[in-house]
């Protein structure tokens, strides 16, 4: 609980704010003499003073009395336009939502046209009109005018749930369409609902504050917006009795900050993603030995040929209870020109927050906390292209320690991301020209038109697209044809580095092949270095040159695709080519038993121990180092050096506790 | 003996735009299938995006009407059904769907997603019934129901998830498993468990699976027998060790010489011509004939005119080809 007031001050302080109001507005009557606001009961237009604390108005009220008794009715009119609107928004977002058809269509149409339509001037219309109005009828009165927007963002929501595969799994469950409304829909509805009432609160109090400041409204009873109008009618402000008008106007300003607090703070609730958004962006750097590199970087050669070289490099995640995690821990490997390095491991491994720190974009509760991305330059060279001309010095570049601005110009140009889902990158109002052209802009600002025109034309050949495909807009392209106009728009600028996280993850097979043979070569045509991102051994085992595998944020095996995939040293490398089913036999399908360790809770040496078919007792305590076992050939497991292959599965290794079991015994409990 | 689920000439269209601008797709066009109920078998259907897969599961398991065609369940026509009987149906043919992180409401515990279909089904006549049957269900999904139990989604891995989804359909005593790419999200070292249970759900408990898959070698692993589609019509239908070991289809073929192997011996090759046509099969040129004709490396010239019927080339197999 107290965490959850850590998360959303805002909550805390919005509440103790109006109940403080709602306490003085119920308490003051007990301790002050409440009879005093009645007209000509106390001597009039007096300063405050010990007597009367707030002073006195024209007429001789008591103010302190006269405000304790409208906060209560001024909270009730907004309540109840609250509840009413919500109550109709519900209804009517609900059915709306879930049925759709012409009933949803008249709703919209309705709400968009009220919403059109000024409604102050309609309640000032209705309010003249209608003699002696009671606080509940102005309640009701303003409500009218505000279920639009509850009914609206309700809708929305019904809308967005309703195709989540969770109702069809209700629906497989047998439930009928209403029990899927109210039991599957309405529940996740609920953080909405609460920060939409709040909102229709705070507006319906607004209004009706503000229609009786002009006298119109609930003219009876004692609400701010009346007293407002009455120190207004006596001209209170050009006679300075500032004790007349300026409570209320402090009270009312002191609810619409409550209510704010609240509603914002119920929307973070529904919507944690905001949090995490609103959150510091901290690069921090502790002092000098965070940067102390160890060198032993796994790589070929490490020459002029090397285009990037990662040390050592931690992401560390802190939990909002303090606890913190490493998703990328202490790795390092370097890549040569033209070297495609395929990155696997099991989900939750740290595949992608690693591809996200090389390119600096990890963002809180995540955090670099050491190491380096070294990227080569040539020195004074205007073009990168020809790297082996013999008077140009190289130079290499700790690109974490760029500020944003300068990090800004490296994406793209130095380092360029493929994502996940490329196709859905790009812009759907955009032509694919424009879209090509603005990555361009933003890194070369003085490019002419037809240079402009000729680079886009090359990029567009380049990934196998007709120069024709520049005039049309995503919706025209097939996926393929978009997954390579994001291709383009990713290598246009010649990058020196190009990741590809799981670039043809939604793409079938035939599509694949075509796609990533294509990434290739346009890679190889730009001599760049590629980093690929997959958990399918077989299409990175095709695609790529070297592999390294990562196991729970640290690099356990790199070497030539061709040695890793043949003889592998590392077990956990071994399990995972051997859990990928192919067409050579049908043999019982075999999974890696148990599940890759939790980023918070992680065993102690080896990391792979708790599921290692081969582990020892050096496993449990001690963390095995990346050492060389042959040319290009590195592994972190304690088998080596005392071994030179990875011997022999030992027969019966018991699982671990607490791991899920690999084989299933349905035999055994389907019989009973 | 009366069949476990007969699609007949199945045909589904689905129509886009305003009346005078209309734009049809044939989602499925003409599709047969025959389960038997003395048989329990998995049956793969195989196919690129767009293929139609999604579409048929979706009309085996009611949720969409065919246009044209009908489908027989246990010797009934949906379209005939008392509503009892409908409700039975509903029941015996259970769903498996893609992602295990959207099919659970993230509003409830898991164990919503097990009590729902005994309470709606009836299935259990006392709390202490259904508590043994949801636990039984969680052991044959191998799953440990302490571990599972009164947690919410996010708790649990994707594969813990997805075992639970099989062990939620498994409470609806089916007769038919509908698992539209099951494994599709999960990782390749968790695939192997799921489709193993699949297998032995099939083996031990005598459920046929339709297996809708867009990875052949998954499909290669598990199924009996291979069904496969190309915008929305079968062209090769078999046994697997047919279909896979020496397909027919050019289109089969095309996929099979596509999976990336481990092995560094079967290179992908740069056969595969990249020319563009090729690679932009999601708006197939309307043609009389054959739809896979513009893609195909050996289309003759009737191809462009006649459509292939779907014809027994051999005992076990039916291809829809020109060239047989």
Redesign the interface.
């Known amino acids: 609980m107290t965490h959850f007031f850590r998360r959303f001050p805002g909550f805390i302080v919005g509440s103790v704010i109006l109940l403080g109001t709602l306490l003085f507005s119920v308490l003051a009557p007990l301790v002050t003499d409440t009879s005093l606001e009645a007209v000509a009961s106390a001597p009039p237009s007096l300063a405050p003073s010990g007597l009367y604390l707030l002073g006195t108005d024209a007429q001789g009220r008591d103010m302190l009395s006269v405000l304790a008794l409208s906060i209560v009715p001024t909270l009730k009119i907004g309540v109840i336009a609250g509840l009413v609107g919500i109550c109709i928004g519900l209804t009517l977002g609900l059915l709306s939502g879930f049925f759709g058809g012409p009933l949803d269509a008249m709703v919209i149409l309705v709400a968009d046209s009220l919403m059109t339509v000024p409604s102050i001037a309609i309640l000032i219309i209705i309010s003249t009109k209608v003699e002696d109005v009671s606080v509940e009828l102005m309640g009701l009165i303003v409500a009218l005018l505000a279920w639009m927007g509850p009914t609206r963002t309700i809708r929305a929501q019904v809308l967005s749930s309703r195709e989540?595969?969770?109702t069809?799994?209700?629906?497989?469950?047998?439930?009928s369409e209403l029990?899927v409304l109210f039991r599957?829909v309405l529940?996740?509805l609920l953080p909405f609902v609460a920060a939409s009432f709040v909102s229709s609160v705070s507006g319906a109090i607004l209004a009706s504050v503000g229609l009786e400041a002009l006298g119109l409204g609930a003219q009876n009873v004692h609400t701010l917006g009346n007293t407002i109008y009455w120190a207004r009618r006596y001209s209170a402000v050009l006679r300075g009795q500032w004790w007349w008008y300026g409570p209320p106007i402090l009270v009312i300003s002191l609810i619409f900050i409550a209510l704010f607090l609240l509603s914002a703070s119920l929307d973070q609730i529904a919507n944690p993603a905001m949090t995490r958004q609103a959150a510091r962006k901290r690069r921090k750097k502790q002092g000098g030995g965070d940067l102390s590199i160890s060198s032993d970087a796994p790589s070929a050669i490490i020459n002029t040929d090397t285009v990037v070289s990662v040390r050592d490099l931690r992401v560390v995640f802190k939990t909002n209870r303090g606890t913190t995690g490493a998703a990328v821990d202490g790795v390092s490997f370097s890549l040569n020109r033209g070297e495609c390095m395929g990155l696997v491991g099991?989900?939750g491994c740290g595949k992608t927050t690693l591809a996200m720190a090389m390119m600096s974009l990890i963002r809180p509760p995540g955090q670099i906390t050491s190491g380096g991305v070294f990227l080569g330059t040539l020195e004074g060279s205007g073009s990168a292209h020809n790297p082996i001309s013999s008077n140009k010095r190289w130079a290499e570049q700790n690109i974490l320690e760029l500020d944003e601005h300068h990090m800004r110009r490296i994406r793209l140009k130095g380092i360029s991301l493929v994502p996940q889902a490329a196709m859905n990158s790009l812009n759907p109002v955009m032509r694919v020209h424009d879209q090509i052209a603005d990555a361009i802009n933003a890194h070369q600002h003085k490019t002419s038109r037809i240079g402009l025109k000729t680079m886009i034309e090359e990029a567009l050949t380049s990934v196998?697209?007709?120069v024709t495909v520049a005039n049309r807009f995503p919706h025209q392209?097939?996926?393929?044809?978009k997954q390579?106009v994001a291709m383009c728009i990713a290598t246009v600028l010649r990058p020196q580095l190009i990741i590809a996280d799981e670039p043809t993850s939604?793409?079938?097979?035939?599509?694949?092949?075509?796609v990533?043979?294509?990434l290739r070569k346009v890679q190889k045509h730009l001599n760049a270095a590629m980093i690929l991102i997959g958990?399918?051994?077989?299409?990175i085992?095709?695609?790529s040159d070297s592999i390294g595998v990562l196991y729970a944020g640290q690099l356990v095996e790199r070497g030539p695709?061709?040695a890793v995939?043949?003889a592998p040293r590392h077990p956990y490398t071994h399990?995972?080519?051997e859990?990928?089913?192919?067409?050579d036999a049908?043999?019982?399908?075999?999974?890696?038993p148990g599940?890759p360790p939790e980023l918070f809770n992680l065993p102690s040496g080896c990391r792979f121990h708790p599921r290692c078919p081969y582990a020892f007792d050096r496993c449990i305590t001690e963390t095995p180092a990346m050492q060389l076992i042959g040319t290009f050939r590195y592994v972190a497991c304690h088998l080596y050096p005392k071994h030179s292959s990875l011997p022999v599965r030992p027969a019966n290794k018991p699982d671990a506790a607490g791991d899920?079991?690999?084989?299933?015994?349905?035999?055994t409990?389907?019989t009973h | 003996m009366t069949n476990l689920l007969e699609v007949r000439d199945a045909t589904k269209i689905f129509r886009n735009g305003p009346f005078w601008a209309r734009d049809t797709t044939t989602a499925v066009d003409k599709v047969n299938l025959i389960l038997t109920a003395e048989q329990p078998s998995i049956t793969g259907i195989v196919g690129?995006?767009g293929s139609g897969k999604t579409t048929l599961a979706m009309l085996v398991?009611g949720?969409l009407r065919p246009d044209s065609g009908s489908l027989i369940f246990n010797g009934k026509n949906i379209d005939a059904m008392t509503p009892a009987e409908r409700?039975r149906m509903?029941?015996e043919v259970?769903?498996i769907?893609?992602?295990p992180f959207?099919?659970?409401?993230?509003?409830?515990k898991v164990d919503h997603?097990l009590t729902?279909?005994l309470r709606?089904?009836m299935l259990a006549n006392s709390r202490l019934e259904s508590e043994r049957l949801i636990h039984?269900a969680l052991?044959?999904?191998?799953?440990?129901p302490a571990e599972t139990l009164g947690r919410y989604p996010h708790q649990l891995?994707?594969?813990?998830r997805q075992r639970i989804?099989v062990a939620?359909?498994l409470l609806?005593k089916p007769t038919l498993i509908v698992a539209d790419e099951p494994v599709s999200m999960l990782?390749?070292?968790?695939?192997?468990?799921i489709?193993?249970?699949l297998?032995?759900?099939n083996r031990?408990?005598g459920i046929s699976i339709l297996y809708i898959t867009?990875?052949?070698?998954?499909a290669?692993?598990?199924c009996d027998r291979v069904l496969v589609m190309y915008a929305g019509s079968v062209v090769e239908f078999g046994t697997t060790e047919h279909v896979?070991r020496e397909p027919k289809h050019p289109y089969t073929q095309?996929?099979?010489s596509?999976?990336?192997?481990?092995?560094?011996t079967q290179?992908?090759a740069?056969t595969?011509a990249?020319?563009?046509d090729?690679?932009?099969?999601?708006?197939p040129k309307a043609n009389s004939g054959c739809k896979f004709a513009p893609r195909c490396h050996s289309v003759m010239n009737n191809c462009w005119t006649t459509a292939p019927p779907l014809s027994q080339i051999d005992t076990d197999r039916a291809v829809a080809c020109l060239l047989y």
């Open positions: 989540r595969a969770y069809a799994v209700a629906r497989a469950n047998g439930s029990a599957e529940p996740n099991e989900s196998g697209l007709p392209l097939s996926g393929g044809m390579r939604a793409l079938d097979v035939v599509m694949q092949r075509q990533m043979l294509t958990h399918d051994m077989g299409f085992a095709q695609a695709t061709a995939l043949e399990l995972l080519s859990s990928l089913p192919g067409l049908r043999k019982p399908l075999s999974g890696i599940l899920m079991k690999h084989t299933i015994n349905f035999a409990s389907a | 690129e995006s398991l949720q409700r509903r029941r259970q769903p769907y893609q992602d959207a099919s659970f409401n993230p509003f409830y997603a729902e279909p709606n089904f039984h052991e044959l999904a191998g799953l440990r891995s994707g594969g813990q989804m939620r359909a609806c990782d390749a070292s968790l695939r192997a468990t489709l193993a249970g297998q032995t759900l031990e408990l867009h990875d052949l070698t998954t290669y692993q598990i896979i095309l996929l099979i596509s999976i990336p192997s481990v092995k560094q290179q992908w740069d595969v990249l020319d563009v090729q690679i932009s099969p999601d708006s």
